[in-house]
């Protein structure tokens, strides 16, 4: 094969984009997203505004970080599968290395004054900016009363009796595909768009309107590619239940975070609300405070937000060493929860892609996808809601209410100064339109002060 495919774009070449791609990828998917369009599709014209848009809405339906997936797929169009292996690991790369080395200093120095303030005022700007993702999805998603209603089912199953997330996911698609099928419109999936605008022609593009003869359907080299990326996800899944038991932590750490990588529609958020239901209260991996943490480590590195899974993996296998040195077992944890959760992006698109047209025109698939986003806008909610519990108040007490038991905060115990930074953050965002980085820039200085005034 030429080293120059026929666009004209050598691999070297798309590898120096690739990166740059990945050091901007700051902001959560809608940010990353932002950038790729704009050096892809208006800058370098590798393609055009439709067949961006083609691969975003199929990777909207997959489960796992849509922007990396984004990335992955056209890297795999431009440059067959080493073009998509080598963009979608450069996505991942900076934020692995970024939270690996943020992780050895929150355990290491953790407990010094500074970094206990930088935390601090992290955990002020995070509750602000999932707030704002709360709004931010809701307003695209929540169209009309069907979608508001099962938007509230889902706050209320999460919240109030701890339905997991993965059931939430299933029924909100089943209610989606059904009502889809039966002829209802109130889950017919909207479109993404660069703000109505037409955008570069796809016959303009660099790689053009036809279809390169490595993207049209070939069942064997689908089958064969899925055989190998399942071997690759599972094998060492499978090795560690044999070799170290069910029990282990690097067993659990593998299964879980696998477990998660087949149910986590909806965006990083809506996945957050499923790890922390289960990271903090089922296997102890980590404190909410530092699921806090973790999340504000996320936000403020390159890379998808769902790296703060690395993180939770670190922790987890750093307090649960058995025998091994604590920080080499914290480094192992983390990798494997990074393998285990990326690896299967790969295998959706290398296998799903050729098909693309096919699952778009399914518009029970698009109705299914709309519920879901629909019911995710309820799970981030409660997220934002058990965020703020955990950095404004000190003490919460069990209530029954509605049937259940919830913990709802003791008022005399809320964090003035918590609350008085998480207030500034609102002004910032809401009232004055900052960014994400100067907000948790601004907050986590603040914090710091705050901390050293102590």
Known sequence: ??????????????????????????????GQIAVMHRIIVEEKKWIGEQRFLQALNYCTLLPGPEAQQLATYIGWLMHRTAGGLIAGTLFVLPGLLAIMALSWVYVLLGKVSLVQGLFFGLKAAVLVIVVEAVLRVGGRALRNNAMRLLAAASFVAIFFYGVPFPVIVVAAGLIGFTAT?????????????????????????????????????????????????????????ALLWLLRGPDDVFTQISVFFSKMAVVTFGGAYAVLAYVAQQAVDKYGWVTPGEMLDGLGLAESTPGPLIMVTQFVGFLGAWRDHEGLNPLLAGTLGGLLTTWVTFTPCFLWIFVGAPYVEKLRSNKALSGALAAITAAVVGVILNLAVWFGL???????????????????????SANIAAVVLAAACAVAVFRFRFGMIPVLLASSMAGIVYALML
Do not use: C, Y
């Not at 993207?215 to 990326?229: C, E, H, K, T």
């Not at 955990?390 to 005399?412: H, I, S």
């Open 1 to 30: 094969m030429s080293s120059v495919p026929s666009h004209g774009v050598p691999l070297s070449e798309a590898v120096k984009v690739w990166l740059r791609v990945a050091a901007l990828s700051f902001g959560g998917p809608a």
């Open 181 to 237: 099928r039966l002829g209802r419109t109130e889950f017919q999936a909207g479109g993404h768009g660069a703000g109505g605008r037409p955008g570069l022609g796809d016959a303009e593009s660099l790689l053009g309107e036809a279809t390169p003869a490595h993207a049209r359907p070939n069942l064997l080299w689908s089958l064969s590619i899925g055989a190998l990326f399942l071997v690759l996800w599972l094998a060492p899944v």
């Open 390 to 412: 955990q950095v404004l108040f000190g003490e919460l007490r069990p209530v029954q209410l509605l049937g259940a038991t919830v913990d709802v905060p003791v008022l005399a």
